[in-house]
């Protein structure tokens, strides 16, 4: 490692969404050139909730990928009232790796979730008793009494008033909160994370974006939204500390632009093309290089119980602009975010890796 150049295992995404069909052709190939492996998100339409819904879904993001790629794509079911209590141990030993919560009417195909967590008693006590992580969407969408809650206090109030109860009473569950956001749910993590039982992931747009930035600008409406520039600095300030129960779960959420350039902007970051760059560029400035590559490609493994990658991937600090769309093989277009003109505007990425 210099000041200029880092060399580092190939990275791991605890945290993507691949879609299906012609999306997913035009997206999960450039997750699998950069990173060696990844868990893959379960809200697609129809949601994953068998173990036979995930071999079908992991034989096409396989046969996306061209010839001697050697990407693994760990796959999760939707925590929905649909899912059997039977299928969490059968999906353990058949490549499901986790069971992912969405708070119901939340965000992208959210209608299967439940309301609250806390519902989902018997699938929570099973996953507990079998050993499957619970990967949790961390937000209150709708409260007790049934009221919309402020989203960008939706984190808070999950981390204030459910979170606690979820940890007291199934004390042996293994989770991981997903793409903290807010200076409340770091603080929490710093004080209770614990390798292999409670961690956490974060994003690379919760790293480097405020609320006062880009609450305008469509590429980065995703859920949750991305807060203060305060939260930022706090959650900045978490990965910095290297600690061995964060990771880097890029939640790269791809959606055409007819949804990402509509009013409103569906919620979702698509940042797989640019994610492994911008982590690299925020460790940069947080003078935190000697941690990057536990957390891109060492704590998000040890927690499902892989081996990080064997291949390795270098870094140069070289500035760039992203100039194009991914486009799908259907001629549609899907955007990233730090685009020149999308983006925030004129954005330059510092870091790049080297072919
Ligand atoms: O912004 C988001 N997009 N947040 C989510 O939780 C889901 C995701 C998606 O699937 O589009
Ligand atoms: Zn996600």
Same mark, same amino acid.
């Given at each position: 490692m210099s000041n200029d150049s880092i060399t580092i295992k190939k990275p791991f995404d605890a945290h993507v969404h691949f879609r299906r069909g012609a999306m997913l052709r035009a997206v999960a190939p450039i997750s699998a050139q950069k990173f060696s492996a990844a868990i893959v998100m379960p809200n697609t339409?129809?949601?994953?909730?068998t173990i036979e819904q995930a071999a079908e879904y992991k034989k096409e993001i396989l046969a996306a990928f061209p010839a001697g790629n050697t990407f693994n794509p760990l796959m999760t079911f939707y925590l929905t009232k649909n899912l059997k209590p039977e299928e969490i141990e059968k999906g353990l030993s058949n490549g499901v790796y986790a069971v992912k919560y969405y708070p119901y009417g939340a965000t992208t195909?959210?209608?299967?979730?439940?309301?609250?967590?806390?519902? &989902?008693?018997?699938?929570?006590?099973?996953?507990?008793? &079998?050993?499957?992580?619970?990967l949790l969407h961390g937000e209150v969408h709708v409260d007790e009494s049934e009221n919309e809650v402020d989203p960008y206090q939706g984190e808070k109030q999950f981390i204030e008033s459910v979170f606690p109860r979820l940890?007291?009473?199934?004390?042996?569950?293994?989770?991981?909160?997903?793409?903290?956001? *807010?200076?409340? &749910?770091?603080?929490?993590?710093?004080?209770?994370?614990e390798t292999g039982k409670l961690v956490a992931t974060v994003t690379p747009h919760h790293l480097l974006y405020a609320r006062e930035d880009v609450e305008d600008k469509p590429l980065l409406r995703c859920k949750p939204l991305i807060k203060s520039a305060s939260d930022r600095e706090k959650v900045r300030g978490l990965v910095a500390e290297?600690?061995?129960f964060l990771s880097a779960g890029t939640d790269s959420a791809p959606h055409p632009e007819s949804k990402k350039f509509a009013s409103p902007a569906a919620f979702g970051v698509f940042n797989s093309p640019v994610a492994i760059e911008l982590y690299t560029q925020v460790f940069d400035e947080l003078n935190a290089l000697d941690k990057l590559e536990?957390?891109?490609?060492?704590?998000?493994?040890?927690?499902?119980?892989?081996?990080?990658?064997?291949? *390795?991937?270098?870094?140069?600090?070289?500035?760039?602009?992203?100039t194009e769309p991914v486009v799908t093989d259907e001629g549609v277009?899907?955007?990233p975010i730090a685009h020149k003109e999308h983006g925030l505007g004129n954005e330059t990425i510092h870091w790049q890796i080297a072919i």
């Open positions: 339409d129809p949601p994953i909730e195909n959210s209608q299967w979730g439940f309301r609250d967590i806390l519902e &989902a008693k018997e699938l929570l006590s099973e996953m507990e008793r &079998a050993g499957m992580p619970l940890l007291e009473q199934y004390s042996d569950l293994k989770i991981s909160l997903e793409h903290l956001s *807010t200076k409340i &749910a770091a603080e929490f993590l710093e004080k209770n994370g290297g600690l061995p536990e957390f891109l490609s060492i704590n998000g493994p040890r927690f499902f119980g892989i081996e990080p990658s064997k291949e *390795t991937i270098t870094l140069v600090k070289n500035d760039w602009q992203v277009n899907v955007w």
